[in-house]
C-alpha cells in the first residue's frame, strides 16, 4: 500500500508539472505578443494567427489524443506530448520567420492534446469517484498558476532577460520532464506489485458510445458555452474589450484578466470537493452556467461599470468556468465505461476549443465591421459570447445526474 502510495504521488507530479508548463506555453504567446512581433517584424493580425494556433490543433487533436491514450496507455502518449511541447517552445524561441514560429503554438497545442487527455485518464485510474472531483480540481488550480505566470509575471521577466531566452530554458525544462514521465510514471497495478495491466483498447463501438451520447453532447454544449467564451477573451479578446470598449487603461483591463484567473482555479478546487462532497453533479453545472450567462448578459447590457464593474463580471466568468469544468469532467468519466474515459474528456474538451477557436475569430470579424465606432462595436459584439452561454445554460438543464456513477447502457 505503501509503495501504491507513493507511485501515485510520483506519477501525479510528473503529469501536473507537465500540465502546468502546457498552461503557460498556452498563453505566453500572446503575452510575448509585442516583442515577438518587433522582433519578427508581424502586424497584429499574424501575431492573432500565431496565438490561435494552439488553440486550433488543441482542438483537432482531441478526439485522436483521446483514443491514443485509451488505445496505448498513459506513460508513453504522455511523454512524447510532452516532449512535444518542450521542441514546440524551443522552435518559437529559436525561430528567424514567421512560417517557422507557427510551428512552435503547432507542437504545443500537439502535445499538450496528449498531456490533458493522459492527466485526465490519470486521474481516473489513480483516484476513485469521491476524490476524482477533488483531485480534477488541484489539477486544474495547478494548471491555473501556469495562465497566471503566463500573464503579468511573466512580463517582469522582459526586465530581466528577453522572450527567446524564457522560451529556449522553458523548451530544454519541458523536454527534461518529458524523460522523467517515461523513466518514473506507473500504473496503479504495477505499484501494487500485480502484473502490467493490458493497454486499453477501446470498444469498437466508440463513435456510436462517445460521439453518439446525448449526455456527452449537453455536457460539451454547457461546458462550451462557460469555458469556451471565458477562454477567448482571457486568452485573446478580454483586454482590448475592457480598454477600447469601457475605456479602461491598459494596465487596469491586464489585471482584471490576471485577476480572473484566481477565481478559475481555487473554484475547481472548491467546487470540485463540494461536489464530491455533495454526491450531485447535475446541479453544479447548471448553476454555473447561469452564473456565466448573467455575467456576460450585464457586460452587454449594463455599460459603464468601470473598473469595478468590470472586474466583477471576470471574476464572475472565472469562477463559474472553474467551478463547472472539473464538475462536467467528473459527470463525463461517470456516464461511459473506464475504457472510453480519455476519448470521452477529450471529446468534450474538443468542444471548449473548437468554441474559443470560433469565438475568437468571429468576434474579431464583429467588431472589424463596426470599425467606425470601435467602442460600440466592441460592446454590441457581445452578443456572440452572451448566447453562446446562454444556449449552454439550456442545455445543461437536460444534463441527467452521473454521482453515483450511472453510466449509459
Not at 206 to 224: F, H, T
Not at 305 to 332: E, H, K, N, R, T
Amino acid at each position: 500500500m505503501r509503495t501504491a502510495a507513493f507511485s501515485r504521488c510520483v506519477s501525479y507530479t510528473l503529469l501536473v508539472t507537465a500540465f502546468f508548463i502546457g498552461f503557460f506555453n498556452r498563453f505566453a504567446p500572446a503575452t510575448f505578443a509585442a516583442p515577438i512581433g518587433e522582433t519578427l517584424g508581424l502586424g497584429a493580425a499574424a501575431l492573432g494567427g500565431l496565438a490561435a494556433m494552439h488553440f486550433w490543433v488543441y482542438t483537432l487533436m482531441q478526439v485522436p489524443a483521446g483514443l491514443i491514450v485509451d488505445r496505448f496507455g498513459i506513460r508513453g502518449p504522455a511523454a512524447i506530448g510532452t516532449l512535444l511541447t518542450g521542441i514546440g517552445a524551443l522552435v518559437l524561441g529559436m525561430t528567424g520567420s514567421y512560417a517557422v514560429a507557427l510551428s512552435g503554438p503547432c507542437l504545443v497545442g500537439l502535445g499538450m492534446s496528449l498531456v490533458f487527455v493522459a492527466m485526465m485518464k490519470n486521474n481516473a485510474i489513480w483516484f476513485d469517484g469521491r476524490r476524482f472531483g477533488v483531485v480534477t480540481g488541484v489539477t486544474l488550480l495547478i494548471g491555473t498558476f501556469g495562465s497566471i505566470m503566463s500573464e503579468a509575471p511573466a512580463r517582469l521577466l522582459l526586465a530581466l532577460t528577453d522572450w527567446r531566452t524564457v522560451f529556449v530554458a522553458l523548451g530544454l525544462g519541458t523536454i527534461a520532464m518529458a524523460c522523467l514521465i517515461l523513466l518514473f510514471w506507473r500504473p496503479p497495478a504495477c505499484a501494487e506489485g500485480g502484473r502490467r495491466p493490458v493497454r486499453g483498447t477501446p470498444h469498437r463501438s466508440v463513435w456510436r458510445d462517445v460521439a453518439g451520447s446525448r449526455q456527452l453532447w449537453l455536457v460539451l454544449l454547457a461546458i462550451s458555452g462557460t469555458n469556451g467564451t471565458f477562454y477567448a477573451f482571457a486568452g485573446l479578446w478580454g483586454t482590448s474589450l475592457l480598454s477600447d470598449g469601457y475605456g479602461l487603461s491598459g494596465a487596469s483591463a491586464s489585471w482584471i484578466l490576471t485577476l480572473a484567473w484566481l477565481p478559475y482555479g481555487f473554484g475547481s478546487l472548491i467546487f470540485g470537493h463540494l461536489s464530491d462532497w455533495m454526491q450531485a453533479r447535475k446541479q453544479l453545472i447548471w448553476l454555473s452556467s447561469l452564473l456565466n450567462a448573467a455575467a456576460w448578459f450585464w457586460l452587454l447590457l449594463v455599460p459603464g461599470g468601470g473598473f469595478a464593474g468590470g472586474l466583477m463580471c471576470f471574476l464572475a466568468l472565472g469562477l463559474s468556468s472553474g467551478a463547472q469544468v472539473v464538475v462536467s469532467f467528473a459527470a463525463v468519466k461517470e456516464s461511459v465505461h473506464e475504457d472510453l474515459t480519455g476519448s470521452a474528456i477529450a471529446f468534450v474538451n474538443m468542444g471548449v476549443f473548437l468554441a474559443t477557436a470560433v469565438v475568437q475569430t468571429t468576434y474579431g470579424w464583429m467588431v472589424a465591421l463596426g470599425a467606425s465606432d470601435l467602442a460600440a462595436a466592441y460592446r454590441m459584439a457581445l452578443w456572440l459570447p452572451a448566447g453562446l452561454s446562454l444556449a449552454g445554460f439550456a442545455a445543461a438543464l437536460g444534463v441527467r445526474e452521473t454521482y453515483p456513477a450511472r453510466p449509459a447502457a
